[in-house]
């Protein structure tokens, strides 16, 4: 059974942290692409951060590079997302996907910069 399964979302100050984290199973994670998405209240679903199967190449939205960064484990079928200098506006629920023959997603996890 193919699983992405999010964690590390919550409430922080505007500032904060947060470390975002998306343990993958039942496919071969490392044979694919990783991203993460967010979608705001009322927005559509963007790209906030990518990186190819065994992290070489990454990218990111222009509004959040410099202070988050995707990073992937593949020994523990786990991508990550650090999140430094939260702004209100990063308020979205994340959600990671993998991509290569196939098309995976997570449930999503709620992340909320609020003071």
């Known amino acids: 059974q193919v699983q992405l399964v999010e964690s590390g979302g919550g409430l922080v100050q505007p500032g904060g942290s947060l470390r975002l984290s998306c343990a993958a199973s039942?496919?071969?994670?490392?044979?694919?692409?990783v991203r993460w998405h967010r979608q705001a209240p009322g927005k559509e679903r963007e790209l906030v951060a990518g990186m190819s199967s065994h992290g070489g190449v990454t990218t990111y939205q222009d509004s959040v590079k410099g202070r988050f960064t995707i990073s992937r484990d593949n020994a523990k079928n786990t991508v990550y997302l650090q999140m430094n200098s939260l702004k209100p506006e990063d308020t979205a629920v994340y959600y990671c996907?993998?991509?290569?023959?196939?098309?995976?997603w997570g449930q999503g996890t709620q992340v909320t910069v609020s003071s």
């Open positions: 039942g496919f071969t994670f490392s044979n694919y692409a």
């Open positions: 996907n993998a991509i290569s023959t196939f098309d995976y």
